[in-house]
Each structure stands twice: as structure tokens, then as C-alpha cells.
């Protein structure tokens, strides 16, 4: 609805129009009227080019427009900058992460804010700790007037503020104090990686384990986490299987490892008792008479703790005798009568007192019978093979905690040491120097230093040939006779194959001398048999018999179920599927028969005769003398090889 | 609509019926932008220079467009001579307060144009020199033409330099450069020779030129528009990228992010917080109001047989346009940066008061009547 206003031409009578006149000459107009309207009809056009003219320049501003917001729009690069400065600045840790092979943070460096004060700048540090405590009731009064106190200028008060309490001091007003941007290390998966990690102090310098192993790299890296070999899960459930075994036999403490017999890497480690690190050991548990008796949780008994080996040896005796063309499998020892040496005197636990092959040696665990390998295979070879196996050095584990085997010396190396080394006593290594070695027997025979740093696929593990492979073939044949038809039974778990060693060995005192019913139980093997791709080795310190295993706490009935349960639940995790449809038609192609037939046509292997330097054998009841173990577990410097003590010396 | 009968001889009534309504609905229009735009981009710019509160701007301008609403359609109630009366009024009483700014006026961003007025505020004279200027020298102009009064024309272009002095004084160049634009404009639709049009248009240039020689801040300026590489385009260049963030629908109401940053942001850039939230559709919106009200006011006038109401809108329309167009233009790098308020939309007491004063005049000299004689009695 234009309210189109009359045209002026159309106007009312009585007033003189151009139109008009045009019509109707004889109306006559004056002069001005004509001059007025003449200037009219000019101002008429000169408003059409004005009106023109502006529509052109809001055309041209249209058009403009048009080209700024859609055309040909700018880059909103202010904006970018802008929310790059608003956005809260990306943390930039000081310290690298820490994750598992797969991936899982292990350790990881969090930002967190330190309150730290200028003493000289405290007027009355009383009354300033007092306010202080107000917002961060965790601080503790005295404490801190003493640290606000005195002629020095920097104090921490605090360490890791969050945001809240920050503010809350910052609000409080008092001068002298300041803010630190710093770093906390978290480890969120507490206790499952403890002794690997290690742990790091309150300015964030590893301490122990992978963290003070790495610690250069660690910093001068941040950016690139460090991955290690370890599996959190595997990690998890091999803490779980020890500590239920420590727990059902009351032992003191355990170990665990798994390790990936093809590369080193060692997939999981534990040291049970352990500690978290979020929670760093306080001292009061540390009382001294506990930490002596091993219950110090910071002690790693997996590379740290050096203990007689027991049993599981005879596997490296036997691959010895084997490599050495010292015995057949169809060859045995005569184990019918105890070895008296001197003052010393060896017998079998629970013997069969008769001739022994070599699949029963192991399969009985026979210690007379691997006393007589030992010497077959002659004092000096079998130093060397023990040296050549890893048994005589650290293994190079990353890790600051690794102990040096007490082994003795080559000049101190009789034959005795010999006889008992042959069944894992007057020697002791660290546990993994037991899994690693054991790991070089099954995959063929290749030795690999074990690693805690994840290898890239593919990459080619290094590795020394200390055996050859049909000696490793054979060894796997009768690992999984021990665990078929000898002491590791309970180890075993249907479709995986595993094969392996128990071992049982007394603990040594503080003095020397072993330790009546203080044990070391141990089982260390590998699965599948047919290709072994792990090696498990799970440990119980000082397990106590008890009603469901009919008085024993030996290594068949505490470590050995231990094993098969981290097998059950590890190798699927792992990727590995039992093989339950060709059960029989690969456990005939693993087995052994406990006394193999001597083949058409072979002579029997002439071991040389062992040279006991014994008489007849006394009761095995009786308490025999052998000699001393090396040392007790700790770091000592070498011993001196076997003083004599006394010892009931009963391994399995 | 209100429902006023036709029969209504009421003042109400009869302004009802005679008011150019299409024009007075896109003022209100422009007037309701004021508002919304005010509520984008103030409270950025109130944040960022620490004001007291964030809608200090806001609730401020919702002041002066209230009372320039009532100012405008008071004004539009006028008749012919009490607007001219008012121009008269209105220009002596500006005059006054610009040269009183010489020599009282608050120094801000290097010029005296404002002026502390207790109870008001701070005032920006020459903002109503504009309108009332418009309608004197438009009554001078048509005098001289019609009654051969030469004195009269002779009286305005002494009027008009006087004013470019003061105005140069403060200095106000950009206000100068409207008040000289409008007188031309006036002359030109008078039907000025268009020889003496080319030369003032030369002399223009010639001036432009001088500026350009004398003024160092006019050639820093020109520099910069002609090479925004040359030199700090901050203004310019945020104002681009508000609008290249807007868009064809822009960022919706609010989400404006460039504003933020965005210097002026509630007066000389408003165009550009617009371009940002509202985008492109509301933006030429907001043009073809401006547009539609000059263009449809100057085909208006072609139908008006009274010289003086016809210079008086058409150096209203002018300094209405012509703001609008610097204001949009120089926010959009079309034309060097000239501050210069969009009319109703920025922020700023004086000019919104001014303007609504200047189209109240406007709306009161385009009401139907049917003769001069009539409105002269």
C-alpha cells in the first residue's frame, strides 16, 4: 500500500500547470512561474542522477559485500591465532611416557603446580604455616613453620597443588610464596609393573629400575614414548598366579617371568611381596628384622635374588651331556647308590636306587644320576657350558637391580662343584638367568640376552647357538616328558604343550649353610613343546607345606600349578589357541619314551665312568654333607668356593 | 497497523495519513537493527576496554534509540516552517556548541569534537550541524534561485565556510567532507551549470589532492588503502576476516569470534560483527534499507514541486546515504578508512540523535499536503 502521493501535475484547480498551458495556450503564466518551473523539470532530472549515483554506490558496497563473505572470503587468521592463545597450551612433559608393548601407559609425567617459599620473605613463618594449613590441611604445622624459617631462599612447601588448592593459596594473599610449574610421575597401573619401573624421586630423577636405566633417555626424549617389552596383562596375571601360590603356602614371597623365547623379550616379570608406586615404600615398613628375613618389597627377586637353581639345572646338564655326545637318550647312569666325595655325600630324594636312563634321570629327577652326567661331561667342558649358557655374567637386562651368579671360580672349579652344579647346588643365579638359559634349550639353541625394550617386528633378535638343534629337539622331548609323566605334571594345560622343570632347592643362611625347610620351589618352562614360544618361569620363596599337598611344598606341588594356571590364562591373552584337535598326533611327535630303545646297529655311548670317589651308599634318610652353596642371596661380592657346613640336601 | 480512520483530523490522525510510511517502517527497521547489533558487538568491546560493565554500551544506546525514535517521529510532526525554523534554531545552537568545542572540548584520539555537557554527557556537536545545515542552506539555496536572491546563495557558501572552518579546526575532516558533499549535492539538484558542476568537481579533486599533500594522516591513509601491505591495516584486515567468517548466513547470533578482536567494533566496524553473525542475506538487508530509503526518497522528491522542501531531503538523503555508504564501504575495503557511523546501527549517542532529528525532517517535509500555500499558513 504506496501512499502514492498525487502528482503534481494532477493539482488541484486553481493553480497554474505546465500541462495545462501546453493543452490550453490560453492560459498565460507569468515569467517566475515558468522560470520556476523550467528549474523544475532540471532539479527532476538532476535527482534521477542522483538517485542513480546512489544506487550505483550501493551496488558497488552489494557487490562488495558479496565479495568479502562469499566470493572470495579472507582467512579468518586472527581467529586461528586467537583460539591457538586461548586454547589451554598443550602440557609438554619433561619426561617421556613409559608403555607396554601394546601400548598402555606404564608411567606417565602429569603437570601439576609446586608451592614453593622465600624464607627471607617470611615475616612470621608460625603464622603463615598456620594459614597455610587452612587450604591444604594435608601439610602438617610444624613442619612447615620450620621450612619457612631460617636465612634460606627457596623451600618447597609443597609439591603437586591441584588447580583448586592453587587457587585457594594464591587467594590467601601471603607474600613469599611462590608457584612452580612441575611435574608428578603417575603410574597408572600401580603395582602390576613395580620393580620394572622402579620409580622415580620427589624431582622426578628415576631412581631404580627402567626409570634410572633410561633416565637420559627418558628426558632428552620426552616426546617418544618408551616402549617396552612387557605385556600389562600378561604382567597381571602372572602376579595373580604367584601371589595365590605364595598365599596358599604361605611363602614369603615369588617370582614370575614370562619370556618370548624367540626374541628375549620378556613379557612379563614379577617380584612378589611388591609396592605401588604412586605409594612409595615408607619406611616404617621397612623394619630391619622383616627386610632380613626378604621381605623388603623393593627387593626384585627376578634378577636381584640369586638362589641355588635346584633341579631345573639338570635340564642344562643333560643338554650339556647330550651336546657333548656324552650320552644318547637311551644312555643312562647307575643311581642305585649315593656319591660319597670326601666328606660329602649325595643322594636322590625319594629314589629309585637302579640304573636310570636319561628321560628318568629328569623325569625322576634323579640328583645321583646327573652327579654322574656332570663328571661324564668332564670338569672343564662343563664350566665352559655353564659360561657359555650365561651362568657366569649378568645377562644385560636393562634393569640397574641385576646380580651377578655366584659361580665359582675356574681355579676353585673341582670335580665336586661339578657333581653338585649337575643338580643345581654350589652355583646360584638370579632366576632369569634360569629362564633365559632354559629359553636357549628350546628354541633351537640359540642363546638371546633378554630384553625389556619391545623389538620392532621383524627385527632379528641376535642371539649365540650354545647347543645344536637336534640337542634342543631332544631337550624339548623331555621337558615335556617331565611334565607328562615326571614331577611337573600340574603344570601342564591341555593343547599347549608344556614342557618344563620343577626344582626345589634349600635356601642358604646368612652364614652359609642351608636352611632346614627354607625353600626355593621353582618351575621353569616352556610351550607349546612342538614350537616353544614362551618361556615360563614361576618361583614360591619359603613355601610351607600344608593339607592339600600332603605335607610337601615341593616345587611339583606349589610352582608347578602356578605355571599352568599363568598358562591358561596368558596364552590366550597371548593369541594362542589350543590345540585340542590333534592332541594325540602332536604329543607323539613331542614324547620320549622314559627308557628309549637303544637303535639297531649303534653302539652304546661310553660315558666315562663317573669317579665317585664314593663308597657305598649310607641310608638316604641320613643328613649328607655337600658342599656349601655359594653365598646367600644378595649381592656379595665371589665367595669362596664351598666351605663345608652342614646341610640336609634333599632337591627334587 | 494503528487504526486511524481516514476521517481523523487529528494531529495524530493527519500525521498518520500524510507520513511517507514505507520510509518511516524502514527507518524503524534500521532503528530495531541498532539494537540487535548493538547486543553482538558491544559487550567485546565494553569487556576489552575494561568498562564497568559488559552491557554498559548496550544499555546506553537502548537509551538513545528510544529517545531518537520519539525524536524522529516528533520531529516528522512538524511542518515545513517549524522545520525550517528548527534548521535555523538548530544550526545557530550547533555552531555555538562546535565552536565552543575549540576552545572547551575533551581532546580525544587527537581532536576536539566532543563536548561535556552536565546532565547529557558527552555531546558531539557538529553531529546535529549536519540535518540543520541541510535545511538552511537548502531554504538559502532555493530563496537565491527563486526570488533571484543572490545574497542568500552568497549567505550559504559564507554559512558553509564558515562551518569547513571550524570543522577543519577540530579537525573533523570526515564530517567536513559530508557537510561539503551534502552543499554540493544541494547545489547540483538546484540545477547548477554543469560546467561550474565539472569545476567544482575538479576543485574537489584539487582538494582532495591538497589533503592528500598537506595532511600526512590523509596520505598514510590512502597509502594504506591502496597498499594494505604498506602499512597498519589492523582495522581493515580484521573487519575482512569478520566478514569472510560470516559468510553466506553468518556464524548465528552471538557466535561472532573475530569480533572479539575487532577494534570499533560497536561504532565504525559495526557493519563487519553484522557480516560475521548475520551473514551475507542480513547485511544486504541492512543495505537495501539504507538503499531503499535514499533512493526512494530522492524518486520521491521528482513528484514535489517545492524547490526548497526538495534541496532540503535531498542533502538530508545525501549525508543519510552517504554516511551509510562510507560507513560500509570503508569497512569493506572499497574506499579508504573514513570513521563514520552507520546511521541508526552504531553506536553513539550524538549521531543517533542527529540523524533521527535529520529524517524526522525529512519524513515532516515528504508528508502529503496539497499545496505550499496550505502548509504555509
Known sequence: MIPIPPAPDAAPPGRPELADAARN????????????????????????????????????????????????????????????????????PQRGVITDRNGEILAVSLPVTALYANPREIENPDAVARR?????????????????????????????????????????????????QSERRAYPQGRSAAHLLGGVDVDGNGIAGVERRFDQRLRNNASEPLRLAIDVRVQLALRDAVQRAIAEFNGIGGAGILMDVQTGEVLGMVSLPDFDLSDPVRRDDLNVRREEAGYNPRFNRATVGVYEPGSTFKLLTAAAALDYGVVNIWSGFDASRPIRYGRFTINDFRGKNRWLALPEILAYSSNLASAHMAVAIGTQRHREFMVRMGMGSRLGIELPEAALPLIPRPQDWREINTMTIGFGHGISVTPLHVVTGVSALVNGGILRQPTLLARAP?????????????????????????VTAGSGRSADVPGYFVGGKTGTAQKTGPRGGYLENKRIAAFVGAFPMQAPRYAIYVMVDEPKPNARSHGYATAGWVAAPAAGMVIRSVAPILGMVPDTER?????????????????????????????????????????????????????????????????????? | MIAVSRADTSVLG?????????????????????????????PAVAERIGASSRNMFFVRQIAYLGMATAVMVAVSMLSIREVRLLGWVGLGGSLLLVAATLVMGAEIKGARRWLSIPGLGSVQPSEFLKPCFAIVAAWLIAEGKLNRRWGATLLAIGLFLGIAALLKGQPDIGMLLVITAVFFAQFFVAGLNLFVVGFVGLLGLAGAGLAYMLFPHVQSRVQRFLDPSSGDNYQVSVALEAFGHGGLLGRGPGEGRVKNVLPDAHADFVFAVAGEEFGLVVCLLILALFAFVVVRGLVRLMHETDLF?????????????????????????????????????????????????????????????????????
Do not use: C
Not at chain 1, 597455610?132 to 613442619?143: A, G, I, N
Not at chain 1, 647347543?467 to 617331565?482: A, D, I, Y
Not at chain 2, 500525521?15 to 532503528?31: G, K, P, V
Open chain 1, 25 to 92: 495556450q490560453v492560459v498565460k503564466v507569468t515569467r517566475p512561474e515558468l522560470a520556476r518551473r523550467a528549474m523544475l523539470r532540471r532539479t527532476r532530472a538532476r535527482l534521477v542522477i542522483a538517485a542513480g549515483g546512489f544506487g550505483v554506490l550501493f551496488g558497488g558496497v552489494a557487490f562488495g559485500l558479496a565479495d568479502a563473505m562469499v566470493l572470495d572470503p579472507a582467512a579468518p587468521k586472527r581467529l586461528q591465532a586467537m583460539e591457538q592463545a586461548t586454547r589451554p597450551a598443550e602440557h609438554q
Open chain 1, 132 to 180: 597455610l594449613v587452612t587450604v591444604l590441611p594435608q601439610l602438617d604445622v610444624e613442619r612447615v613453620t620450620a621450612r619457612l624459617s631460617g636465612e634460606r631462599q627457596f623451600s618447597y612447601i609443597a609439591r603437586s597443588l591441584t588447580p583448586r588448592e592453587q587457587q585457594a593459596v594464591n587467594s590467601l594473599g601471603i607474600p613469599g610464596l611462590y608457584f612452580e
Open chain 1, 458 to 482: 621383524g627385527e632379528a633378535a641376535e642371539g649365540r647357538r650354545v647347543v645344536s638343534e637336534r640337542t634342543s629337539e631332544t631337550m624339548r622331548r623331555l621337558m615335556r616328558l617331565v
Open chain 1, 583 to 652: 592332541l594325540e598326533e602332536i604329543q607323539a611327535s613331542i614324547s620320549i619314551p622314559m627308557q628309549p630303545a637303544r637303535p639297531a646297529g649303534t653302539r652304546a655311548a661310553t660315558p666315562r665312568t663317573p669317579a665317585p670317589a664314593g663308597q657305598p651308599a649310607a641310608p638316604a634318610a641320613t643328613p649328607v654333607t655337600t658342599p656349601a652353596p655359594a653365598a646367600a642371596p644378595a649381592r656379595s661380592a665371589a665367595v669362596p668356593p664351598a666351605p663345608q657346613r652342614e646341610a640336609s640336601l634333599a632337591p627334587r
Open chain 2, 14 to 42: 493527519r500525521w498518520w495519513w500524510t507520513i511517507d510510511r514505507w520510509t518511516l517502517a524502514a527507518l524503524l527497521a534500521l532503528i530495531g537493527f541498532g539494537y540487535v547489533m548493538m547486543l553482538a558487538a558491544s
Open chain 2, 309 to 377: 522542501v526538495v534541496l532540503a531531503a535531498t542533502g538530508l538523503l545525501t549525508q543519510f546515504g552517504l554516511q551509510a555508504f562510507v560507513n560500509m564501504a570503508s569497512s569493506l575495503h572499497l574506499i579508504p578508512t573514513k570513521g563514520m557511523t552507520l546511521p541508526f546501527v552504531s553506536y553513539g549517542g550524538s549521531s543517533v540523535l542527529a540523524i533521527a532529528m535529520g529524517m524526522g525532517m525529512l519524513l515532516a517535509l515528504t508528508r502529503r499536503r496539497l499545496s505550499r500555500a496550505e502548509d504555509e499558513t
